[in-house]
């Protein structure tokens, strides 16, 4: 806080004080904003990765000898690419309940976050926004495949038999990219911030 001179006059006192509490108000709305995006964060990758972790669907599939038939499953491990997206949409998941609870406790204490602190979680932002992003596409990627298929190189859609397990991934792709929204809500949200200091 500002020392006030003793020679001061009480209009200079009021607007100094005016000031003080106008940039602490601003501080805690971003610091509120910033809890909001981090529960959503949680939110988007979470059920994201419920949607994706529960798609397995087993289908009876006709083949040419006896039985004529056979059961065959489609789960999300079968795609190193739905792999990938499980583990990024785990970590992002675990960083965010433990960045709510940090932001929670700032506004509760209302005390100042440190700059260090707020670099390392803006890096750390930035690197899962990369990494979930890239998840994201290439989960999208494999989707569209098993959507369309893709004749010029043989590939067969599946989609029109396992079509539950298909629609939980194309769930778990699509809320992904709204997390991948979130963490880049809370990137510029960190750029206003520093900016205002």
């Known amino acids: 806080m500002a ?5 001061s006059s009480p209009l200079a006192v009021v607007e100094l004080e005016k000031n003080s509490h106008g940039t602490t108000n601003k501080t805690t709305k971003l610091v509120l904003h910033d809890v909001i995006l981090r529960v959503c964060l949680f939110a988007t990758t979470l059920t994201s990765l ?31 690419a739905f792999v990938y997206s499980s583990a990024a949409l785990s970590v992002t998941c675990l960083y965010s309940i433990i960045t709510t609870i940090l932001s929670f406790l700032t506004l509760v204490k209302r005390s100042a976050t440190s700059t260090k602190l707020m670099s390392c979680v803006f890096a750390i932002d930035v690197l899962l926004l990369g990494i979930l992003a890239s998840a994201t596409g290439a989960a999208g990627e494999v989707a569209y495949l098993g959507l369309k298929g893709n004749s010029n190189v043989g590939w067969q859609k ?40």
């Open 3 to 7: 020392s006030i001179n003793p020679g």
């Open 50 to 80: 419920v949607a994706l972790m529960t798609s397995k669907q087993t289908e009876m599939i006709p083949v040419p000898f006896p039985p004529y038939g056979a059961s065959v499953s489609a789960k999300f491990t079968d795609s190193p």
């Open 158 to 197: 599946i989609c029109n038999v396992y079509d539950s397990y298909c629609r939980h991934v194309g769930f778990s792709v699509l809320i992904s990219i709204f997390a991948s929204i979130v963490l880049s809500l809370l990137i510029i949200l960190y750029i206003v911030a520093m900016s205002r200091r």
